[in-house]
Structure formats: structure tokens, C-alpha cells
């Protein structure tokens, strides 16, 4: 009997697949091919960096307690908060997103691995690289970069210890480094969406949390290698004597910000895309509802990939921009609330009238998402130019953009983890544990970054490490938030670390959830998928009698 073409395409799929060692605690060490283990080696790797970011965070804060400069030498606050924002976003935003979804978008379309999988784990790799170069930064002459995570020229290009080898030298290379792993990484994303799906996995069968890391890689091809060659071009003019950005030897130091914020404005994207795509998976889990406008909500991911290739401008109102750019920019960046929006109303448009379960991951969902709102009406405010010129460079940004970077993206990545920690562990979490961890983070992050809205509207600058006494009040406020979420992070690293090694056997759907990667045992066999499925319903079926899939590796 001949076979029907899907049958051809499972069995071509099946008999061309790399095959992986099965995995032991060992395979973490490895340079393994197999995407889940290179998943968990981001996840761990990053949150390692992470903790490292976080007590330079609390050492800012200690700093900021007093009016006086009185805990560290100012050129060491300088190193700090540059390492701080470098840290965080390069070591540990973009690393966890990357591992989340190394682990999950095969399973959620049906795949057996990644399209390269040397190239993934390649990519990996290059991450502890360039943490180590970073750090490395802190014990060369002149100490480490102190330019900021954005690294401006002139202050970028300035040599006082005429050393090859410097702090800021290294962090170039280092940044260069990450956005080399970042494209490595989009064009895997990418070309496993296009070309890896199951049978039957349609575009529109899609979940939303595989578009949204399609369209957040999207933006990385496009926009990476614009800030990938600023950090080339700077690191010539640090060492090499060219003059692409220094005005004293007619060169454009507005050019380095055009470079930057080409990328560094759609990154915010990149990063909070996937967020969206993890409130669009928890959301119908813990409401037990289908999501509400799947198909709108999948394409308006598209439009904003699109619309962020035309925002980055605002960042540079106060750079002498022309007034006519402003305007358009003003406008585009305000456009962008509009498929976010389309989101935000469809998310309330699945909780409302659900069965709400308010288990950890839901809490941190929903609070995620309470902040995400408000960082999105403080960046509407900065998208104006009159609002923009007056808070420029002021604590108000740190908040807005605290507000989004940490309430929003990280609480959004400790739902995702407590979600499917039972599918990557096998394990129960406990549940009293988490919720300390969530309202420790809640109350912690408020108490933070809220104060810095006051503070900026003010005028209080950012990147100082004295200030005047009337701004001691609310700084005050804010290292007590720092403070507790430095604390938050210990009942969450109890939690992961007793769970996996003594947790409670989980069963292979605990949540009762929709999606491919739930169709099968947990933790996931070696290879997913032992026949693969062939897809015949739309995501999201809650209350549906049809099955999603016709076969799987169901245990």
C-alpha cells in the first residue's frame, strides 16, 4: 500500500532527524544539540547573570539611599550602573527569552528539534563568552566601561589610560559577541517556523506564543546588524584611529545614536513579544476560555514587527532632531499603542466571564500585565515631544522603562517558568512558595519604580549618584522596593531548586491546557515526538468536543 504524502513527509522528517543522547544532569554541561537542553542552559545561564545584575542593582540603590555620594567612588557608580543595564538586558532579557523558546517552539508546532541545532547550541555558547569578557572588563587598567549600556560617544571613545586593552574595548567586543548569537539565533527561529511545522499546522493553527517569537526574530534579522556594526565601527574609533563618531575629527556622534536606536528601540519588541505570546497562552489556561480574536491577535504581532522599524527617532528628540521628524515620529511611535491595544482588549476579552484559577502562574500573568498597562500610558506620555523634551534624561524614563523591562518581562518570564516548569521538570512546584514569591515581587516592584515617576517629573537626573535633599524621600522609597526585590528572589530559588530535586511527581497536563507540547509525557521524550502529529483543529478550543491532533507520542 502506498503511502498518502503526509505519511512521506513523517517518514522523510523521521529518517533525516539528528538523533540525541538521552539526557542525564551531564548533558547540561555538553555542548548538546538537543533544544531542550540548550532551552534550560539558557534559562539557567541567564538567570545566573541575572542575580549578578540584581546586587548591582541593590548596590545602586544603597548608593541612592543617602543624598551624598557616600558607599562607592562615583567613577565605581559609574562602572556599576553601566554593568547593571548591560547585564540585565544582554546576559539576561534576551538569553531567557531565547532559551524559553528553544525549548517550546518545537514542541508547539510539532517539530523534533530546532533547524540547525549546532548552530543553536553554537549561539548558546557564545553567552557565557561574552559574560565572561564582560566581567573580565572589571580587572583591566582603567577598570570597566562606564559609558552606559547605550555607550554615547564622545564619553564611548575616550582612552585616558591609552591602553589597547580597556574596559570599554571589551565591552564592545562583548556586545558584538551577543548580537552575532542573537542572529545566529534568529535565523534558526525563523526558518523552523517557515519550514518545520507538523502536518496540518497551518499558519493560522498556530499558537500566538509562535508568532510572537516569529515576529519579535524577525525584527533581529532586520535590526541587529545595524547595532552590531555600531559597536564594530565604535570599537575603530576607540582603538583603531577611524572617525566615524568623533566630531573632533569630523565625524557624527548623532550617527552612533541612529545605529543604536535602530535596533535598541525594536528590541524592546523583541523582548516583550513573547511576553504577550506567554499572556496569550496562560490566559485561556487559567480562565478556561478559547482567546479571544485569536487571528487578530496573531496578526497584530506582524503589524507591530512592522511599525517598530519606524519609532526609533523618539528616543532622539532632544539630540537636535528637526521639528518635522519629530512630528512623524511622535505619531508612529504613538501608532504602535494601537495593535497593542488590540491585545490588551483581547486578553480582558478571555479573562472576562472565565473560570479564574489564581495559581502562580496566573498571579504573575496578571500582574505582568497590570504593569505592562501602565509602563504603556507613561510611553505614550514620552512619544509626545513636548513631554519627552521635558523629562529627558530624567528618573521618569528609569521608571517607564523599569516598569516594562522588570514588571512587565521578567514577572512575565517567572509565569512562563512556574507554567511549564511541571513539562520541563516532571515536577510540582509549590504553590504557598510561589505566591510569597509573587506578592514579594508585586509590592517589591512597585515600591521601586513607581517613586521614579515623581521623582523625574521633578527633575531629578538619572545616573547620579548624589542628588539634593529634596529628592530624598522618594529615594528612599525605592532602594526599600529595591531592596525587596532582592529579597523576592530567594523564595523563587527555594522553590526551583527543592521542587526539581523533591517535588511532587506532576502528571503530564496538570493544567489541563491546549497545545502540542501538553499532548505528550513530561518531561518531553528525547526526540518529542515518536510519530509526528498531524494537526486538525484551531488552538484554543476550550469547550470543544474535537481533539487538536490526530496522533501523537501520548503517554
Known amino acids: 500500500m502506498t503511502n498518502t504524502p503526509i505519511e512521506e513527509n513523517i517518514k ?9 543522547a538521552p539526557t542525564t544532569w551531564k548533558t547540561y554541561f555538553t555542548f548538546s544539540t538537543d533544544h531542550k537542553v540548550i532551552g534550560i542552559q539558557y534559562i539557567v545561564t541567564s538567570f545566573a547573570f541575572f542575580l549578578f545584575g ?5 548596590v545602586i540603590r544603597g548608593e541612592l539611599i543617602t543624598p551624598e555620594a557616600d558607599l562607592v567612588d562615583r567613577t565605581v557608580y559609574n562602572a556599576l550602573f553601566t554593568m547593571h543595564g548591560t547585564v540585565m538586558l544582554f546576559l539576561w532579557t534576551f538569553p531567557v527569552l531565547a532559551g524559553l523558546a528553544n525549548y517550546l517552539v518545537p514542541l508547539m508546532i510539532g517539530a523534533r ?7 543553536n547550541a553554537l549561539a548558546f555558547w557564545m553567552i557565557p563568552v561574552f559574560g565572561i569578557i564582560l566581567l573580565a572588563s572589571f580587572f583591566v587598567p582603567g577598570g570597566p566601561a562606564q559609558a552606559g549600556w547605550w555607550s554615547y560617544p564622545p564619553v564611548s571613545i575616550q582612552n585616558p589610560t591609552g591602553n589597547f586593552i580597556n574596559g570599554q574595548f571589551l565591552w564592545l567586543i562583548a556586545v558584538a559577541i551577543s548580537g552575532v548569537s542573537s542572529i545566529l539565533g534568529a535565523v534558526n527561529f525563523v526558518t523552523t517556523i517557515v519550514k518545520m511545522r507538523a502536518p496540518g499546522m497551518t499558519y493560522f493553527r498556530m499558537p500566538v506564543y509562535v508568532w510572537t517569537v516569529f515576529s519579535a526574530q524577525i525584527i533581529q534579522l532586520f535590526g541587529l546588524p545595524a547595532l552590531t556594526a555600531g559597536a564594530v565601527m565604535l570599537l575603530c574609533d576607540l582603538n583603531f584611529g ?7 575629527k569630523g565625524g557624527n556622534p548623532i550617527l552612533f545614536q541612529h545605529f543604536f536606536w535602530f535596533y535598541s528601540h525594536p528590541a524592546v519588541y523583541v523582548i516583550i513579544l513573547p511576553i504577550f505570546g506567554i499572556f496569550s497562552e496562560l490566559f485561556p489556561v487559567y480562565a478556561r476560555k478559547p482567546l479571544f480574536g485569536y487571528k487578530v491577535v496573531a496578526i497584530s504581532s506582524m503589524i507591530i514587527a512592522g511599525v517598530s522599524a519606524l519609532v526609533w527617532v523618539h528616543h532622539m528628540f532632544a539630540s537636535g532632531t528637526p521639528g518635522w521628524m519629530r512630528m512623524i ?23 472576562w466571564g472565565g473560570k479564574l484559577r489564581l495559581d502562580t502562574p496566573m498571579l504573575f500573568a496578571l500582574g505582568a500585565l497590570i504593569m505592562f498597562v501602565f509602563a504603556g500610558v507613561t510611553g505614550i506620555m514620552l512619544a509626545s515631544v513636548p513631554v519627552d523634551i521635558h523629562v529627558n534624561n530624567t528618573y521618569f524614563v528609569v521608571g517607564h522603562f523599569h516598569y516594562l523591562l522588570y514588571g512587565t518581562v521578567t514577572m512575565g518570564m517567572y509565569a512562563a517558568i512556574y507554567h511549564w516548569f511541571p513539562k520541563m521538570t516532571g515536577r510540582m512546584y509549590y504553590e504557598g512558595l510561589g505566591k510569597l514569591h509573587f506578592w514579594l515581587s508585586f509590592i517589591g516592584t512597585n515600591l521601586n519604580f513607581l517613586p521614579m515617576h ?3 517629573l521633578q527633575g531629578m537626573l538619572r545616573r547620579v549618584a548624589s542628588y539634593d535633599p529634596e529628592y530624598a524621600f522618594w529615594n528612599v522609597i525605592a532602594s526599600i522596593g529595591g531592596f525587596l526585590l532582592g529579597m523576592s528572589t530567594l523564595p523563587f530559588l527555594l522553590n526551583i531548586i527543592s521542587s526539581t530535586v523533591s517535588g ?6 496538570p493544567w489541563r491546557a491546549i497545545g502540542l507540547e501538553w499532548e505528550i509525557s513530561s518531561p518531553p521524550p528525547v526526540e518529542n515526538f515518536e510519530e509526528l502529529p498531524i494537526v486538525i483543529a484551531e488552538p484554543y478550543g476550550y469547550g470543544k468536543s474535537e481533539p487538536l491532533i490526530s496522533n501523537a507520542n501520548k503517554v
Open 329 to 351: 515620529f511622535m505619531v508612529s511611535t504613538m501608532f504602535v499603542s494601537v495593535p497593542t491595544g488590540i491585545k490588551v482588549f483581547a486578553w480582558l476579552g478571555t479573562i
Open 54 to 58: 540584581g546586587i548591582l542593582a541593590m
Open 504 to 509: 511532587k511527581k506532576a502528571p503530564n497536563n
Open 113 to 119: 528539534d530546532m533547524a540547525f541545532p549546532r548552530l
Open 454 to 456: 515623581p521623582l523625574g
Open 242 to 248: 577611524t572617525a566615524f563618531f568623533d566630531s573632533a
Open 12 to 20: 522523510i522528517v523521521g529518517e533525516t532527524h539528528h538523533h540525541h
